[in-house]
Nanobody
């Protein structure tokens, strides 16, 4: 069983930055990929970024590539999302995700509760 807890969301002006963190807890023997999805009311869930356990494979949505950076610290069971040059269209609830299978179209098994990111014009 795995629990994921996000933090770091908030309100920022366009062009600003935020860093999201997701801490995993619970006894785990598997080496999970971890990533982030986001969703606004009335819109489909959108893949943002993911990283494999080893960190050797990283994927970004086209909409965030070059602005967001995903990283992880396996010793702390934590994944991070550094978000720079934020735009109003980045406004959403951001959800941490983890699993043995985690792709752009197939999320991992475990989800965090979400953290709100709001970017003002």
């Amino acid at each position: 069983q795995v629990q994921l807890v996000e933090s770091g969301g908030g309100l920022v002006q366009a062009g600003g930055s935020l860093r999201l963190s997701c801490a995993a807890s619970g006894r785990t023997f598997s080496m999970y990929a971890m990533g982030w999805f986001r969703q606004d009311p009335g819109k489909e869930r959108e893949f943002v970024a993911s990283i494999t356990w080893s960190g050797d494979s990283i994927y970004y949505a086209d909409s965030v590539r070059g602005r967001f950076t995903i990283s992880r610290d396996n010793a702390k069971n934590t994944v991070y999302l550094q978000m720079n040059s934020l735009k109003p269209e980045d406004t959403a609830v951001y959800y941490c995700n983890a699993g043995t299978i985690l792709t752009m179209t197939m999320p991992g098994r475990y989800w965090g509760q979400g953290t709100q990111v709001t970017v003002s014009s």
